[in-house]
């Protein structure tokens, strides 16, 4: 069964970016358990936290079992392509993984997972995406074969929203002029943006849409948040 599915007699609770911090998984697994709700991981399993392969080990078993979803951030795409296809960068979580003794099935199933994980989760009344969201995600499918999904689509939900100009550092800047395209009565709920520390950042749009900002910060000092969605029955 998948998160739509799911989603007529249990609630879903949307769980930020994890960053490998095994420990806030934990803890949001467990309450998402104790409300019997559905998890569903807004992604960014990996990188920047200190233990990315113990957040594998705990998501990969659960999403090849169905009892959680998540949909891809950029983190989870570059795992995924540099297992596919190995490039020579050796990023931490790749050493990591490939010094666990059980590398290969790890490997293996981690990228078994992955390549079949949606760009977003569509839910009355919600979308959940990882970067950003476009209204072509209410109508377009999002899962089965990837290669169906709009170049555009993908590289919002990765990565975001974009104007094309780059920061002192040389990042992307972010923008959210998306924002003002979620139609009324729509909540989208996003991660890969970390526009507060403690609380998600909620903002309302002119037309009665609303945007979630889950990401807090977990590998950053802050809160691994989540966001609790009602059964529709
Ligand atoms: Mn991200």
Redesign the pocket.
């Known amino acids: 069964m998948n998160a739509e599915t799911i989603h007529k007699t249990r609630p879903i609770v949307a769980i930020g970016?994890v960053h490998g911090m095994t420990d806030l998984l934990a803890e949001a697994l467990a309450v998402a358990e104790a409300e019997g709700a559905f998890p569903v991981l807004l992604?960014?399993l990996v990188d920047k936290g200190p233990d990315s392969v113990g957040v594998l080990r705990m998501v990969v078993p659960r999403l090849a079992a169905g009892t959680m979803a998540i949909v891809r951030?950029?983190?989870d795409e570059r795992l995924l392509k540099s297992l596919i296809k190995p490039d020579g960068k050796k990023t931490r979580v790749l050493v990591d993984l490939m010094a666990a003794a059980d590398a290969e099935e790890l490997a293996a199933q981690t990228s078994a997972v992955l390549s079949v994980a949606p760009y977003w989760i569509s839910v009355p009344g919600h979308i959940l995406v990882?970067?950003a969201f476009h209204p072509e995600m209410l109508t377009c499918p999002s899962r089965g074969q990837a290669a169906d999904v709009p170049r555009k689509l993908k590289a919002l939900s990765l990565y975001g929203e974009t104007d094309g100009s780059l920061n002192e550092e040389g990042y992307p800047i972010r923008t959210y002029a998306w924002v003002s395209r979620i139609p009324e009565g729509l909540t989208v709920i996003v991660?890969?943006d970390t526009r507060q520390m403690h609380e998600p950042l909620v903002v309302h749009n002119g037309q009665g849409g609303r945007a979630v900002f889950l990401d807090t910060g977990a590998a950053k000092g802050g809160r691994l948040s989540t966001w609790t969605i009602p059964a529709l029955a």
Do not use: C, L
Request: hydrophobic share 0%; aromatic share 0%; proline share 0%.
């Open positions: 970016d992604g960014d951030g950029n983190h990882h970067g991660g890969h």
